[in-house]
């Protein structure tokens, strides 16, 4: 059962993702990617992280897709984008990608195949709570101020009236 | 029960897809995207490494990630619009003033 979940929800989220790479509407490829997200948090929620899932599905496939989209309003792009012409590069692209997926899935093997025990399980949400709020209070802190200057940084740079 | 290998196979896939995107695209928007794309990724590799050594500070880490992500966005995506209102276009190979 976990299996059948968690191949479709693969399915779904890397195939989202190559529509994206193979569409040129921009607003479609905002789509696919919510639809990703989507899935994505249904893989962290596989993986017993259910605050994870919730946060990936509030924050990455509500709030920044939908930045994302009335970015795109604005830009108010009738045309889709021409056809990529330069056959060279998506070729030198998809020799990057093949390589560095070979790298990554070696690395990954690596680290996980010796240790394969499994150990006892995190210790759900409230494990989670308290570590935030003891081991890892100052970051915490911090990124309420993060987020305070991401705030008042976009405003400084796009707040200012058309031509002013 | 499905191992981590499943999950970081997964997220290697995704980190690559997003790396190819990125270079295979020419508009900010997209490669912006791909950009989440890469991050989520690493997220996706997080949780997994997490679930397999059964400590819970790859989880906060994660929503360290995601909340970096979200400031990160907001800053990309006014950049993005403030290069649209001053050059009328984000196509990246119409965009090439500081190519030597």
Redesign the interface.
Known sequence: M??AV?VIL?VL??GS??A??VSRN?AH??LF?VL??SC?GG??G????P??AA??VL??AG??MV??LF??M??NLREP?PR?KRRL??L???I???V??AE??VA??R???P??A??????GLA??GR??FT??LY?FEI?SL??L???V??LA??GKK?GA | ?????????????????????F?????L??Q???V??ML?AA???L???????????G??I???V??????????G??????I??QRRT??TDELKDLRG
């Open positions: 976990a299996w968690f693969s989220c890397i993702v190559l994206m790479i921009q490829n905002a990617l990703a997200f994505l893989l962290f596989l993986l017993d992280a605050f994870a946060a990936q924050v990455y709030a920044i930045l994302f970015a795109i604005m830009f984008a990529e590069r998506t030198l692209a998809a990057l990608g093949l560095l997926f990554l899935a990954g093997w680290a996980v195949a240790g394969s499994s150990p006892a399980a995190p210790d494990g989670l570590l935030l081991e890892y970051a990124t993060l987020i200057a991401a705030l940084g976009a740079l796009a058309e | 029960m499905i191992p981590p290998a499943a999950f970081l196979l997964v997220a290697a896939v995704l980190f690559s897809l997003g790396v190819l995107a270079f295979v695209k020419k508009d928007l997209t912006f995207m791909a989440e794309v989520n997220n996706l590799a949780l997994a490494m997490a679930k397999a050594s059964g400590l819970a500070a989880q906060v994660v929503l360290f995601i909340t970096v992500a979200a400031a990160e966005a907001v800053i995506l006014a950049i993005i619009v403030l649209f209102r984000i196509r």
